[in-house]
């Protein structure tokens, strides 16, 4: 079966000391599901400008569908300064006043939401009033529809208050083990480590499921049920970690819409994000038969 899956949110540009990345988990997210023979669509805003031109240009090339990708007449394409501090370690500065802090929710969009079998979004694109409100609006239009959404503390891009909104309409929730521990910081969360903070939050929230991630040290995952999984994740050469947790969103989702084995689904996620950090760039295609037998190996 091929299911319908929309990721909204932003398509930026990464201004690196070394040249421009065309970067953004959604569109991360759709091209991983897609590569799977899902039916995926990325609901986002570019501005007219040469930046703009460019994103959509590369957006094409990688086989995402342009259907929904917005073109703002005023506000920019929006872009991320990257730059080194005194100490030499890597900071940002994701600018404001862009295209996909101004998303509008159409008719098309309302008829897409209709059909979806899940909806991926984040908090970063909820720092724009317009995008938070269409966002909002496109979850409300589809009530069947699985939500997702993926935790990404960006600095000066999030609120308490956002935050608790994402929560409360979420069904599955990604977030790493440094987040969650700021967001035991946030809402005063009961607990000591991300297994606990972790169990707050389901009951806090009513979750389905809840996934925190550690980097190379695996994932953990919590169910509605109490369930509790761990996957230790894969020991791999790696060559680039970007976009590599989108990878695992991307094959969590897609296990778990086709089996409903969410333990089957973390295996594969964390599987799917370890063979992205082997290559360079976060839209290198990888089969769903490359991911099922690397696993077989790697576990034999």
Not at 7 to 15: I, R, S, T
Not at 135 to 161: G, S
Not at 178 to 199: H, N
Request: charged share 25%; aromatic share 10%.
């Amino acid at each position: 079966m091929t299911y319908n899956i929309i990721a909204f949110g932003e398509l930026l540009w990464d201004l690196l000391p070394e040249g421009k990345a065309l970067g953004g988990a959604p569109a991360n997210f759709i091209f991983r599901v897609n590569h799977f023979g899902n039916n995926g669509r990325l609901i986002t805003r570019l501005g007219n400008d040469e930046l703009g031109k460019e994103a959509m240009e590369r957006v094409k090339e990688i086989g995402l569908p342009t259907g929904y990708v917005q073109v703002d007449e005023n506000a920019p394409t929006g872009t991320v300064d990257v730059f080194l501090d005194k100490q030499g370690i890597p900071d940002f500065t994701i600018n404001a006043g862009v295209a996909f802090d101004e998303i509008e929710f159409t008719s098309d969009i309302k008829e897409l939401a209709s059909e979806a079998h899940c909806i991926y979004y984040g908090t970063l694109v909820q720092r724009g009033e317009k995008s938070r409100e269409s966002l909002f609006k496109l979850l409300d239009a589809a009530p069947k529809a699985l939500k997702f959404c993926d935790i990404n503390l960006r600095k000066d891009c999030y609120t308490p208050e956002t935050l608790h909104e994402s929560l409360q309409r979420a069904d599955v929730v990604k977030i790493n083990d440094e987040e969650i521990m700021e967001l035991g910081k946030i809402f005063t969360l009961i607990g000591t480590d991300p297994r606990s903070y972790g169990e707050d939050l389901m009951m806090r929230y009513d979750l389905g499921i809840l996934l925190v991630t550690m980097g190379p040290r695996g994932a953990q995952c919590i169910t509605q049920d109490g369930e509790f999984f761990y996957d230790s994740g894969y020991e791999v050469k790696v060559k680039d970690t970007v976009g590599s947790g989108d990878a695992f969103s991307a094959g969590f989702i897609h296990i778990l819409l086709k089996t409903g084995d969410v333990h089957h689904a973390l295996n594969f996620g964390n599987a799917l994000g370890a063979l992205a950090a082997t290559t360079a760039g976060a839209t290198v295609p990888i089969s769903e038969s490359e991911v099922m037998a690397f696993m077989r190996k790697y576990y034999v």
